[in-house]
């Protein structure tokens, strides 16, 4: 069967791989054929060549393995063990080992959730980071009447701006260096700010009840989620660390009464189950999100766009 692997930074190259055992499924795996991927924000620095490990920090460097960095997958079951996915089933979620870019990938059950029929896979693939984006918005609390700041307008900021709008939130700054003015305000954006985070900040006077922080990858943006924030108000850090450590101002912290939240998505299935619903109620929101397709043998140049600022793209989707 295909896969892509990376061999060098910014390099993928095209191997052949006996296809998976289904009798060698573990309890809760399903074997799914690949229909489409989507290309996060969090695979760029595997791409660009960051070593990375594989989920719950084991120390292999997936960087080397197979498949790697597709985390976002949608797929046909063929073969089950779990008891919720049938053989036949199109399912959307995680690729479980971040291993998604093959012909055939081994994911674990509690990840993956049936979609509308009536999606094509590559709009389907939108279901994980929506996913994702609800089970955040739900540790926020009630957003009606508040000021929301979302840091970062890629393809996972203009959702959290979409949500919070759609959550009820009064207002919606989205910041980001990429021109953003067309796209903003079919994602629920009020203000559309072109500019980096240390820029904006410095100009903001009326502060926001909730700050996303979703950029990631660098210390510096959580600090200025942090001066950007009102009294008694919630920062949440979505972005993906790429250090142990972040400093941070507890003196801001402190005296602003601040709270900073952060953390994985759990409760998969259900969360997914969800956005297929929210999708149903605005029927817009995936073929706006999705801007660019590539196919498999095309994964290199779809990692090359993704990787471009561009203010005409939001999602990128490899499909089959």
């Not at 990692?303 to 990128?316: G, L, N, S, Y």
Request: net charge negative; hydrophobic share 40%; aromatic share 8%.
């Amino acid at each position: 069967m295909w896969c892509y692997r990376l061999v060098a930074p910014f390099t993928f190259e095209r191997t052949d791989l006996p296809e998976p055992d289904p009798a060698q499924l573990a309890d809760g795996q399903v074997l799914l054929r690949f229909l489409a991927a989507g290309i996060c924000g969090s695979d760029l620095p595997g791409f660009r060549g960051t070593q990375g490990k594989l989920p719950g920090d084991t120390g292999c460097c997936a960087a080397e393995m197979d498949g790697f960095p597709i985390h976002e997958i949608a797929g046909e079951v063929l073969a089950s063990a779990h008891p919720a996915h049938a053989v036949g089933d199109r399912v959307v979620g995680w690729a479980s080992g971040f291993d998604g870019l093959q012909a055939q990938v081994v994911a674990d059950g509690d990840g993956l959730s049936r979609y509308e029929p009536d999606l094509t896979p590559q709009h389907a693939i939108g279901l994980q980071p929506l996913a994702c984006v609800l089970y955040t918005v739900e540790q926020l609390g009630d957003l009606t009447g508040k000021r929301v700041a979302v840091i970062g307008q890629g393809s996972i900021g203009l959702l959290f701006s979409y949500v919070a709008k759609a959550a009820g939130a009064a207002h919606v700054t989205g910041v980001d260096p990429v021109d953003r003015e067309a796209l903003g305000p079919a994602f629920g954006v009020d203000e559309v700010v072109r500019a980096t985070s240390d820029r904006w900040v410095r100009h903001v006077t009326d502060k926001f009840d909730v700050v996303v922080e979703t950029v990631g990858h660098q210390v510096a943006t959580l600090n200025h989620a942090l001066d950007a924030a009102a009294f008694g108000a919630t920062v949440f850090y979505f972005g993906v660390p790429d250090d142990d450590s972040y400093p941070i101002s507890m003196r801001t912290m402190l005296r602003n009464n601040l709270t900073l939240k952060s953390g994985v998505t759990l409760e998969r299935r259900r969360v997914l189950a969800a956005a297929d619903t929210f999708a149903g109620r605005h029927p817009q929101l995936l073929p706006a999100y999705l801007t660019h397709t590539f196919g498999p043998h095309e994964a290199q140049a779809a990692f090359e766009q993704a990787c471009r600022p561009d203010p005409t793209r939001v999602k990128i989707a490899i499909v089959a």
